[in-house]
């Protein structure tokens, strides 16, 4: 079985709380669960990581060339910044899929720039939480 680990950057764990207008009503603890349900039925043994901290994100970047075979990333508003979070998916010979769950080029002008989706394999944004399963189906196919 194939392993893949969604990383899941700062204030993702608010899903449901904030903004509901543009992440929704549904929990993010919800939303890992049918991550994780959908997974399993494609065949996948699915890890969840979630922090408010770019070094523990970087930290699981750099385990994961171990441990998965294929990482979904939602950096959240690391995205646009943060070189670190880019060059440590650099480091890692696996397939990187950002994802978004919302539209970043329908929103704000900082969020239209992606300095990780260089080094990722493909972005998929704007479907709510069914852009973490398209990302999964992409994963699926790439390995």
Same mark, same amino acid.
């Given at each position: &079985?194939?392993?893949?680990?969604?990383?899941?950057?700062?204030?993702?764990?608010? @899903? %449901? /709380?904030?903004?509901?207008? $543009?992440?929704? +009503?549904?929990?993010?603890?919800? #939303?890992?669960?049918? /991550? $994780?349900?959908?997974?399993?039925? +494609?065949?996948?043994? @699915?890890? $969840?990581?979630?922090? +408010?901290?770019?070094? +523990?994100? #970087?930290?699981? !970047? =750099?385990?994961?060339?171990?441990?998965?075979? %294929? @990482?979904? !990333?939602?950096? %959240?508003?690391?995205? =646009?910044?943060?070189?670190?979070?880019?060059?440590? /998916?650099?480091?890692?010979? #696996?397939? *990187?899929?950002?994802?978004? &769950?919302?539209? !970043?080029?329908?929103?704000?002008? *900082?969020? =239209?720039?992606?300095? /990780?989706?260089?080094?990722?394999?493909?972005? $998929?944004?704007? *479907? %709510?939480?069914?852009?973490?399963?398209?990302? &999964?189906?992409?994963?699926?196919?790439?390995?």
């Amino acid at each position: &079985m194939k392993k893949v680990l969604v990383l899941l950057g700062p204030n993702l764990n608010m @899903v %449901g /709380i904030r903004e509901k207008g $543009i992440y929704g +009503n549904e929990s993010s603890e919800s #939303i890992s669960d049918q /991550i $994780i349900e959908y997974g399993k039925t +494609n065949g996948f043994d @699915v890890g $969840i990581y979630q922090s +408010n901290h770019e070094g +523990n994100l #970087i930290d699981k !970047i =750099h385990a994961a060339r171990d441990n998965f075979d %294929g @990482v979904v !990333i939602n950096a %959240g508003a690391l995205t =646009h910044y943060s070189y670190a979070l880019r060059d440590a /998916i650099a480091c890692v010979n #696996i397939p *990187f899929v950002e994802v978004h &769950m919302s539209n !970043i080029h329908a929103r704000e002008e *900082f969020r =239209h720039t992606s300095v /990780i989706a260089p080094v990722c394999a493909g972005q $998929i944004a704007g *479907f %709510g939480k069914f852009s973490y399963l398209l990302a &999964m189906n992409a994963l699926k196919e790439m390995m």
